[in-house]
């Protein structure tokens, strides 16, 4: 191959791997919630939402548990203290068929595993069961992260509040 034809040939292998350790950052409204990929629970009741401050939504950040019919807040998920991205839609919520547990994953660094935390949810309460813990290269988790929020950046399922209009 020619030089440009090769140069071409990698630039096009390598996209994926470049846009897979970018940053997702959103900036949210004052009073809008982004409802994460997959968050809302099987029975419609529950969400799990987003919100930060500032224009890269890294101020104040955190996942919530919301009510997924009145977009009412119930509480902060508390643990997840490390991320990498703001965006709604780089958190993945893994629920049980029955909604009563909840596995929510997301980076926190471009190039560390992943992380996850499982929560059971009762009495509109999350309890943390597990976490935050590393995901595995390879693991079932992995599997669903990518599957989820690597692909063609999916806009959320719900957004409660009012969102500021973005370019």
């Known amino acids: ?72 807040k119930i509480g902060p998920l508390e643990e997840i203290k490390e991320f990498l991205d703001t965006a709604a839609n780089a958190f993945a919520a893994q629920w049980s068929s029955d909604g009563q547990q909840v596995t929510i994953v997301w980076r926190v660094d471009r190039h560390e595993p992943l992380k996850a935390i499982s929560y059971r949810i009762t009495g509109r309460r999350a309890q943390k069961i597990k976490g935050p813990f590393n995901v595995k290269d390879g693991d079932a988790l992995e599997k669903f992260f990518v599957k989820e929020c690597v692909g063609d950046g999916k806009p959320s399922p719900k957004i409660f509040g009012t969102p500021l209009k973005h370019d």
């Open 1 to 72: 191959m020619t030089t440009p034809r090769l140069l071409l040939f990698l630039s096009i292998l390598l996209l994926p791997v470049i846009s897979v350790r970018a940053t997702s950052n959103y900036e949210y409204g004052p009073d809008e919630y982004v409802t994460v990929t997959k968050g809302i629970s099987p029975d419609g009741k529950i969400a799990i939402t987003a919100h930060g401050n500032g224009e890269l939504g890294d101020e104040n950040f955190h996942l919530y548990l919301t009510d997924a019919g009145t977009g009412k």
